[in-house]
């Protein structure tokens, strides 16, 4: 019998082989389980942008209940304000939809949010600040 030397490194890089994509195909079974299980995950918020949202969320409050043109000059600084500084983008948008009620209820405006309305949006806000230590309080507008 006649035995070539090629034949057992046939067989080890075989093993190699499989055992390489074995793990490759690993890595992308955890990766996608990562993934599937992080999809619905809220952004989370630095704890500076929780707290410059509750210090608008506060003026906002104050805001709904005062002069129309007062508030229209406020919600045009605070927007500027926070689209320049809040580095989340999503506790932002909360923040806007909150600053544009105060707006509208200021303005005495049938589009002016229910306080159902505003304990929705307080849910949502204080889930994007749920790891950094600040919890969010948006008060009904216009009380």
Do not use: F
Not at 2 to 8: G, K
Not at 117 to 135: F, I, M, P, Q, W
Request: net charge neutral.
């Amino acid at each position: 019998m006649n035995t070539t030397p090629t034949a057992p490194n046939r067989k080890r890089t075989r093993l190699v082989l499989g055992a390489a994509t074995a793990v490759i195909a690993g890595a992308l079974v955890a990766g996608a389980g990562y993934w599937w299980l992080d999809r619905d995950e809220l952004s989370q918020a630095s704890a500076a942008d929780c707290r410059m949202a509750q210090r608008i969320i506060t003026e906002a409050e104050e805001i709904s209940t005062g002069p129309a043109p007062e508030a229209q000059t406020w919600w045009k600084k605070t927007g500027d304000e926070r689209r320049a500084q809040m580095k989340d983008g999503y506790l932002g948008a909360k923040v806007s939809r909150y600053e544009g009620w105060a707006l509208a209820t200021a303005r005495k405006s049938p589009e002016a949010p229910s306080a159902q309305d505003v304990k929705n949006l307080e849910e949502e806000a204080r889930g994007h600040c749920s790891d950094s230590g600040v919890t969010l309080s948006m008060p009904p507008l216009g009380a």
